[in-house]
Each structure stands twice: as C-alpha cells, then as structure tokens.
C-alpha cells in the first residue's frame, strides 16, 4: 500500500521559511518510477500545484507564484521529497499535500496524480 506522509508545516511570519516533507512507502516500482508533486489549497479556493519533480532525471518544475522562493528536491535513499520554502508571504498559507504518480513524468495537473497524502497546514502570518 502506497503512503505518502508529509511533515513540516507549521506557522511561520512573513519573510519566513519552512521545509516540508513528503517520506513514500510501498511503492511497486522503484522510487525513480515516480515523479512526486506538491499542490497546496487554500481555504475557499480550488487545489493548484506548487511544484514537481521527476525523480529519475531530477527535473523540476515550478509555478509561477513560488519561482525563485520554493526549491524541490529529493532524497533516494530515504524515499523522500522536499519542498523548502523561502521567502514566505501570507497568500502562500495554505494546506500542503504531496502526491506521486508511476510516471517519470511530472505533471503540474492534480488528476494526473495517483496517491495523495493527508496534507500539512502552512500558516504565514503578516
């Protein structure tokens, strides 16, 4: 059974930051087989990707809000992806969650997704 356990989040003031973590477990493939994407949503607003990373060649990808603040990385030997946060602002609080798709390829499209965790609050306060 895959699972997907964030940690990190937490409340943080403006100009902060924060390193959240997404550890995957009981995946059938190897962890390269995966690409691995953070998405975030907030209160009254729909679910919108924040970053992803194909974990066989290491590309990443970023949206536009976060680019040049957030950096996306991944551990393979621990089986984990990072998403360190910078530069935090008060429109960046929101729930975080990471989910994985077996694909080497990363999408920026929540519904490409296949497993999903149970999500990590970030609060930035003004």
């Not at 930051?17 to 607003?45: E, H, M, N, V």
């Not at 991944?74 to 935090?88: E, G, R």
């Not at 008060?90 to 997704?113: F, G, K, M, Q, W």
Request: glycine share 10%.
């Amino acid at each position: 059974e895959v699972q997907l356990v964030e940690s990190g989040g937490g409340l943080v003031q403006t100009g902060g930051s924060l390193r959240l973590s997404c550890a995957a477990s009981g995946f059938t493939f190897a962890f390269d087989d995966y690409a691995i994407g953070w998405f975030r949503q907030a209160p009254g607003k729909e679910r919108e990707g924040v970053s992803c990373i194909n974990n066989s060649k290491g590309k990443t990808h970023y949206a536009d809000s976060v680019k040049g603040r957030f950096t996306i990385s991944s551990d393979k030997a621990k089986n984990t992806v990072y998403l360190q946060m910078n530069s935090l602002k008060p429109e960046d609080t929101a729930v975080y969650y990471c989910a994985a798709r077996n694909s080497i390829r990363y999408s920026a499209y929540d519904l490409d997704y296949d497993y999903w965790g149970q999500g990590t609050q970030v609060t930035v306060s003004s």
